[in-house]
């Protein structure tokens, strides 16, 4: 991959339908970074242990394609919670949340995965952005519901609001315990239709992005995904899953990300 490429996003029709009310939006891969070995292209994670130049450096450019400052590109600290903030101005210190939304022009918000699901929002009409992590946790704990009331008390409509799931990892590689299977279902017994049985005796396949959209829909937005698979298509996407099968000390992340220009 050469460092003089450039980022170029993954798009969603939906969300480009919007864009003539001034929202824009990429969900992005790991294409158009300068990160080298395991983090190699655009990995854009503070957490990581790669070179923290590079990763400037990969946070610069995602902030130059959305047409803000890299201090203007509001990511928060990410703790599997479901929790939504309401951005007003750039921070110094990143809030520890799973979702952030915004009235106000000129702030990106992006959200970090690696097969976690990242779910962008817009409601073009009432100039209100959001964008949340939802792993399985966030999603089961509320973290989308969470980012459509935050939206909602900014003066959105949850019927005007369009959501789409970015990549992140299928139920074809999403295995998981007996344990898990049974969270879900204590929580909803409808719950039980997102599981699949695995080859291994006991185990499960998880639909997180059948299950995602479905909790959307449920919150009254019109949901939609990309259908990217972030574990199984390597030369795009970093997957925590991956590595964690091959051992590898670390892995990367990508983010996803929205902002509405000042019109």
Known sequence: MSKEERP??????????????????????????V??????????????????????????????????TPQRLCTPHQVHSPYA???????TERP???????????LALGVLAADCG??????ARARVVGA??????GALDGVLEATVEAMTRLGADPGSIVAVLGPSISQDNYEVGPEFVARF???????????TPASRSGHSLFDLNGYTVDRLLKAGVQASQLGRCTYA???????????????????????????????
């Open 8 to 33: 170029a996003p993954l798009r969603s029709p939906a969300l480009d339908s919007v864009a003539s009310g001034g929202v824009h939006h990429g969900f992005f891969t790991r294409h158009g970074g």
């Open 35 to 68: 990160s080298e070995g395991l983090y190699r292209g655009l990995n854009v994670g503070l957490g990581s242990k790669d070179e923290r130049a590079a990763v400037l450096e990969n946070r610069a450019r995602v902030a130059a394609h959305l047409g803000v």
């Open 85 to 91: 903030v309401v951005v007003t101005k750039p921070w």
């Open 96 to 106: 520890k949340a799973d979702a952030v939304v915004t009235d106000r022009p000129g």
């Open 118 to 123: 990242p779910v962008l929002f817009a409601d």
């Open 132 to 137: 949340a992590h939802a792993g399985w946790k």
């Open 185 to 195: 279902v204590a929580a909803d017994a409808d719950n039980e239709r997102w599981f």
């Open 233 to 263: 298509d390597e030369e795009s996407f970093f997957s925590y899953r991956r590595t964690t099968h091959r051992a590898e000390p670390d892995y990367g992340r990508q983010i996803s990300a929205i902002v509405m220009e000042d019109i």
